[in-house]
C-alpha cells in the first residue's frame, strides 16, 4: 500500500480592512517611521475594529473562501485545529464558535496555542490525523486579534503586532506530495521572556491584574530576539540536512513574520536567495499565527505542484520548529 502523506490542497486567508500605519503610531507612542522599518521591516498592520469581534470573526471569511476555492461543502470537514493565542474567549474552544458560524456540523476540533509557531505545531498535529487514514479533511486556521492584547502606550509591542488569520485544508495524498518532515521544538524556560501574565487560572482577572497591565503582553524584545534568530535558523538548516536538501532544492521559504532580521538570518544560515523568500511583514506585521497561512495565500499564484517549501517559525513558550512539505497544486 502506498504512504499516505497528509497534503495542502486549498489555502485562503483573511485580513482586516483597518490600517494600522507607522505614521499613526508615531502619533501614539515614542517611535518613528524610519526606526520601525529599519528595526522590523513593518510598514503598516491591519487591526479588527468593532465590539464583539473576535478572532473566529476573521476565520469565518477566511474558511468560507477556502471551501469555495476547494468546491467542498462545510459539513465535509473532520477536524478543525483552530491555532491561536486570541482565542474568542476561555472556552468553549474557537474550533467550536468557528463549526458553529460556518456550519460544519461533522467536525470535531479544538484549539491549540503555541503561540507564534501555533500554525506549525497544528499543521504537524493535523497531518497525524490525515497519514492515520482515520480523516479525509482537516481544516487547520491560524489567526490572532493581536490587538486585543496589546498595549498601544507600549512602544516595544505595539509597533510589531497586527491582525489576520489563514487557513489551510488538509487532504491525502499517495502522489509522495505534501508533508514530508517536521522538527517541533519548546523550551518552556524562556516564557520568562513573552508572556501574558493575568486572565489565566494562576492570576485571573481582578482589578489590580487590570491595573498593573497584566492583560496585555509582555515580551522583552532583545532576549526574545536572540533565541529566535539562532533557534529558527537553526531548525530550517535542521530539517533541511535531515532531508539532504540543498538550498537549490528549496523552491520557497516561508518563515514567520516576526522581524524581517530574523527571516534574513534564517534564510541565510540555509544558503536561500531572498527572491525564495516569502515576506509580506511590511504590510501585516507580526499576525502571531496568522503570518504562515497569509504568505501562502500570498503567495498561492506563485507556487507549483511539486515545489519544494520550508517553513519555520519561533514564538512564545519558548516553541519552534520547521516543516518540510511538497506543494500538492
Ligand atoms: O513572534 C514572536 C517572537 N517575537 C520576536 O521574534 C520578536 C523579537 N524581537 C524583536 O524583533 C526586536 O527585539 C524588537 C523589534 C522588539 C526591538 O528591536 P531591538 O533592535 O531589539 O530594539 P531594543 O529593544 O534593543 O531597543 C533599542 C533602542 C532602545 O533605546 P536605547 O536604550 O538604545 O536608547 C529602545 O528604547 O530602541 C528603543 N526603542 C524604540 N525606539 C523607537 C524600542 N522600541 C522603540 C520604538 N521606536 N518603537
Redesign the pocket.
Known sequence: MQQIRAAITAVNAYVPEYVLSNAELEKM????DE??VS??GIKERRILKGKGLGTSDMAVPAVEGLLKKRGIAAEEIDLIIFCTTTPDMPFPASANILADKIGAINAWGFDLNA??SGFIYGLTTGSQFIESGKHQKVLVVGGDKMSSIINYED???C??FGDGCGAVLLEPNTEGLGIQDAILKSDGSGGQY?NMKAGGSANPASHETVDAKEHYAY?E??A??KF?VTNMADVAAEIMERNQLTADDVAWLVP?Q??K??IDATANRMGVGPEKVMVNIEQYG?T?NGTIPLCLNDWESKLKKGDTLILAA???GFTWGSVYLKWAY
Do not use: P, S, Y
Open positions: 507612542v515614542d517611535t518613528n526606526w520601525i528595526r522590523t503561540a507564534c512602544r516595544a509591542t509597533i510589531i513573552l515580551q524584545g532583545q526574545v530576539f529566535a514567520h516576526a522581524n532580521r530574523i507580526n502571531t519561533f514564538g512564545g
